[in-house]
């Protein structure tokens, strides 16, 4: 049964660094073809998708926040994070990871999401 | 990047009726594509992959048709269970983009 699971702070401060954490089970991202994206909603927003990374280590990251977002992975640990600098009230939302097969890059499991406000 | 435009952004229904949402793509993205339902407070779960392709467990009254550039999602006879808002999702080429979303409300 794969499970994923985000966690971090709530709460940030403009101008600092959101660092979240996908702790997940039921697959191992050494396994071929796996990968694990994060995808953030703003309230009452659509979905957006910010970076992914796979069994090979190549990271993927939204073209519009690469210079802020660094997608890692921790295999041991059955963990991925995700950092995003320099946060604005803007990037106010729910934070999600998902599994998917990176040949097809649809999201097939989800976690339950992390709403993160930004305020000061 | 592929943009990827859902219409109607809103749809009143009754149980029992026939709903069609539609998804475009700016450009041809083959049969890459997927649709999510999420209700509020929850994550997205996938209901289709590659256009048509259900996925386990998700009731056959959910359809996928399309290819190219236009797609649509049919839900054959609404249940009560299904008022939710529904995303396509594009996974032909990176970005990864997702469409704005179809509110599907009680009429």
């Known amino acids: 049964q794969i499970t994923l699971k985000e966690s971090g702070p709530t709460l940030v401060k403009p101008t600092q660094t959101l660092t979240l954490t996908c702790t997940f089970s039921?697959?191992?991202?050494?396994?071929?073809?796996?990968?694990v994206g994060w995808i953030r909603q703003p309230p009452g927003q659509a979905l957006e998708w910010l970076a992914l990374?796979?069994?090979?280590?190549?990271?993927r990251y939204s073209p519009s926040l690469k210079s802020r977002l660094t997608i890692t992975q921790d295999t041991s640990k059955t963990q991925v994070v995700l950092t995003m600098t320099n946060m604005d009230p803007v990037d106010t939302a729910t934070y999600f990871c998902?599994?998917?097969?990176?040949?097809?890059?649809?999201?097939?499991?989800w976690g339950q999401g992390t709403l993160v406000t930004v305020s000061s | 990047d592929i943009q990827m435009t859902q219409s109607p952004s809103t749809l009143s229904a009754s149980v029992r009726d026939r709903v069609t949402i539609t998804c475009r793509a700016s450009?041809?993205?083959?049969?890459?594509l997927a649709w999510y339902q999420q209700k509020p407070g929850k994550a997205p779960k996938l209901l289709i992959y590659?256009?048509?392709s259900l996925e386990g467990g998700v009731p056959s009254r959910f359809s996928g048709s399309g290819s190219g550039t236009e797609f649509t999602l049919t839900i054959s006879s609404l249940q009560p269970n299904d008022f939710a808002t529904y995303y396509c999702?594009?996974?032909?080429?990176?970005?990864?983009?997702f469409g704005g979303g179809t509110k599907v409300q009680i009429k």
């Open positions: 039921g697959f191992s991202l050494r396994t071929s073809g796996v990968g």
């Open positions: 450009q041809s993205i083959s049969s890459w």
């Open positions: 998902a599994h998917s097969f990176v040949a097809t890059s649809f999201f097939d499991f």
């Open positions: 999702q594009q996974y032909d080429t990176y970005p990864l983009t």
């Open positions: 590659e256009a048509s």
């Open positions: 990374i796979d069994w090979t280590d190549t990271k």
